[in-house]
Nanobody, 118 residues
């Protein structure tokens, strides 16, 4: 099964930027629609955004539209999340995920912590 590993999390001041990466274990990565989710303490997991396998289309959650950008490089098997104008409410563990066909199920990474200070 494809394995995913996130990196790039950390502590940033409000208004700053951060870029997360997610690397896939093998070239099957290129066949998956990929997504980012996040989960803040005491809250349910929230959809951040997604990108089709070929990178032709993206979608975003309302809370991040206009601030976050998803991209991917299938040659390097890497998914990115560029986060700009960060807010304290963006503090969460961020997970990348590979969507398994149309099942609604995902393969998950282990997550990376993002903390935004005010």
């Amino acid at each position: 099964q494809l394995q995913l590993e996130e990196s790039g999390g950390g502590l940033v001041q409000a208004g700053g930027s951060l870029r997360l990466s997610c690397t896939g274990s093998d070239r099957r990565f290129g066949a998956y629609t990929m997504a980012w989710f996040r989960q803040a303490p005491g809250k349910e997991r929230e959809f951040v955004g997604s990108i089709l396998a070929g990178g032709s289309r993206t979608a975003y959650g309302d809370s991040v539209k206009g601030r976050f950008t998803i991209s991917r490089n299938n040659v390097s098997k890497t998914l990115y999340l560029q986060m700009n104008d960060l807010k304290p409410d963006d503090t969460a563990v961020y997970y990348c995920a590979a969507r398994i066909g149309n099942t609604g199920s995902y393969i998950w990474g282990q997550g990376t912590q993002v903390t935004i200070s005010s």
